[in-house]
């Protein structure tokens, strides 16, 4: 059995700042690249932000300047720092990590989601 835990989601005013930590647990041999991803109202989930196991990062246009990610191996944990949050942050923010897993192999593992909501 493998997880991925998500915390860290909330309610924040436009312009406010909010980090997201994910962490990885169960018999995990090797974790891969890692990531964020969201899904607003009506729309399809979308990439928000991935980095590799060597720390190489990548983001959507939509969050270049204002959003950081990052992780510790040690923790198996990814973080997500979102930084002058818009109203169309607004969205529930799923975790995925390629894991390696013992008995199992790959194992492409989503978190169960957190919620962000900007508002005034």
């Known amino acids: 059995q493998v997880q991925l835990v998500e915390s860290g989601g909330g309610l924040v005013q436009p312009g406010g700042s909010l980090r997201l930590s994910c962490e990885a647990s169960?018999?995990?041999?090797?974790?891969?690249?890692m990531g964020w991803f969201r899904q607003a109202p009506g729309k399809q989930r979308e990439l928000v932000a991935v980095?590799?196991?060597?720390?190489?990062?990548n983001y959507a246009d939509s969050v270049k300047g204002r959003f950081t990610v990052s992780r510790d191996n040690a923790k198996r944990t990814v973080y997500l720092q979102m930084n002058s949050l818009k109203p169309e942050d607004t969205a529930v923010y799923y975790c995925?990590?390629?894991?390696?897993?013992?008995?199992?192999?790959?194992?492409?593992?989503w978190g169960q989601g957190t919620q962000v909501t900007v508002s005034s």
């Open positions: 995925n990590a390629g894991l390696y897993v013992l008995g199992r192999g790959f194992v492409d593992a």
């Open positions: 169960g018999n995990i041999l090797r974790i891969d690249t």
């Open positions: 980095i590799t196991s060597g720390g190489s990062a």
